[in-house]
């Protein structure tokens, strides 16, 4: 299995500012994901982040809004850009060894309240 | 379009066995059976998967129908803590955006004591 930690584990921000969160997973992981769960709602699918290259993202995501970085095979960030009300959510990041049936871990999930 | 069925809301004495069913009736041959967990507040927890054949491991049993239109997550003897959303996912079993995990809405179930 793999351990994965966040930070922060949650945050109130003012309209109008961006956070960074990080995912530290505990050993190398081929793939790491970003979620978002917004309130009373299932977990949707922001992007996949790819080591040394841009993140794919899935559709009504954008780049300019959700930057991801993955600098290594263990550490991904997901920035919210710009919030308003309507990015108050959980933020979770995940991972797995590989593609396909691998299974796939869970971070604890960041809570963002934008005020 | 959603690819799973599952109830909105299921519950369970604790100490009895909780069945949980999960329709897929358009999965494909390359495509597995994934069953995972939400407990309030926490990430994802994975249960167990499967292709075709009935999986048992320390969690849970999986029993998938010959036709693979359907199949049932079994917790043997459910207990307080497994009150929790169930998520039943179909994936393919190969990389790319068709092996990423999309989560439908789940079942809650709620065991009682």
């Known amino acids: 299995s793999a351990v994965i930690s966040q930070k922060p584990s949650r945050d109130i921000c003012q309209r109008g500012t961006s956070l960074t969160i990080q995912c530290q997973v505990d050993s190398q992981v081929t793939m790491m994901f970003w979620y978002r769960q917004q309130p009373g709602q299932s977990l949707t699918l922001i992007a996949t982040?790819?080591?040394?290259?841009?993140?794919?993202?899935e559709s009504g995501f954008v780049i300019d809004k959700f930057p991801i970085s993955r600098p290594n095979l263990t550490f991904s960030t997901l920035t919210v850009s710009n919030m308003s009300p309507e990015d108050s959510s959980i933020y979770l990041c995940?991972?797995?060894?590989?593609?396909?049936?691998?299974?796939?871990?869970f971070g604890p999930g960041t809570r963002l309240t934008v005020t | 379009d959603a690819k799973t069925t599952q109830p909105t809301s299921m519950d369970c004495a604790e100490g009895r066995a909780a069945n949980l069913p999960c329709n897929h009736s358009t999965i494909s041959g390359n495509e597995y059976v994934y069953w995972y967990r939400q407990i309030h507040s926490q990430g994802p927890q994975y249960i167990i998967h499967?292709?075709?054949n009935n999986e048992t491991n320390e969690m849970a049993s999986l029993i998938i129908t010959e036709d693979r239109k359907s199949s049932t997550l079994i917790l043997p003897h459910a207990t307080l803590r497994d009150t929790a959303v169930y998520y039943c996912?179909?994936?393919?079993?190969?990389?790319?955006?068709?092996?990423?995990?999309?989560f439908g809405k789940g079942t809650k179930l709620s065991v009682k004591p």
């Open positions: 995940s991972a797995s060894r590989g593609q396909g049936v691998y299974e796939q871990y």
């Open positions: 499967g292709l075709k």
């Open positions: 996912i179909v994936r393919v079993g190969y990389g790319g955006s068709q092996g990423n995990l999309i």
């Open positions: 982040a790819n080591q040394g290259s841009e993140a794919t993202y």
